[in-house]
């Protein structure tokens, strides 16, 4: 069965630092998200992203944040510097008018 | 400003029971609403959607009601078994594109005992 894969599973940074979190979507779908979870909270929206553009983003998504996919199959977030505040698991996600999530990139910001 | 509260942090059950969740919301016109399972340390699997003109969903032991009237979702789990017990989430979708923002309540963690 088709599945959202996302690596690393675990990252550790320091305060600052740049990071690239990777999802490959499942590669048929046309949707995709960012969404995070700070341990213990909600799961929330980070980003929506169609057709090689954001569709929506929440007011998380500043300009610390961005998205790229630089080819047909990956789907990235970077956090440009990042913060303490920034540790969470973070979750990808590909639609076909359901939405598949990946297991998780776990960031920890030091 | 939007809010979705999910019917108490926890829910304990006997094996065998229906297990019934809600889901409110106010301040929101959803197009959708979706219901997700979470386990501890995965991502959400998605589980049944409901679109704001269908009163009740079904799929296999479950069941989802939705009254946009009330602003209130169930969701009911029929002969729960233990392996059903984990977090469930609801998650409201505005639908006004294809890729909305969609905002997720805080979840419900339910335990079916044997």
């Known amino acids: 069965e088709p599945e959202v894969t996302q690596t690393p599973s675990h990252q550790v940074t320091q305060m600052g630092q740049e990071v690239i979190l990777r999802c490959v979507p499942i590669?048929?779908?046309?949707?995709f998200y960012w969404y995070r979870q700070i341990l213990g909270q909600k799961v929330e929206f980070l980003v929506s992203f169609y057709n090689n553009e954001i569709s929506e983003k929440s007011e998380i998504f500043d300009d610390q944040f961005s998205v790229e996919r630089p080819d047909g199959s990956n789907f990235t977030l970077k956090i440009r510097s990042t913060k303490l505040e920034d540790s969470a698991m973070y979750f990808c996600a590909s639609d076909d008018n359901e939405q598949f999530f990946g297991p998780g990139t776990r960031l920890t910001v030091l | 400003s939007q809010k979705i509260e999910q019917n108490s942090e926890a829910l304990n059950i006997q094996e065998g029971k229906t297990a019934t969740l809600t889901c409110n919301y106010t301040?929101?016109?959803?197009?959708?609403l979706q219901w997700y399972r979470q386990d501890p340390g995965r991502g959400p699997v998605f589980l049944l959607l409901i679109r704001e003109n269908e009163k009740e969903k079904r799929k296999e032991r479950l069941k989802v009601t939705f009254d946009t009237t009330l602003k209130q979702s169930l969701f009911h789990i029929t002969a729960s078994q233990p392996a059903d017990s984990a977090t469930y989430l609801c998650a409201l979708d505005p639908g006004y594109s294809s890729a909305s923002k969609i905002i997720f309540g805080s979840g419900t963690r339910l335990s079916i005992r044997p």
């Open positions: 590669s048929n779908h046309l949707y």
């Open positions: 301040n929101y016109s959803p197009a959708y």
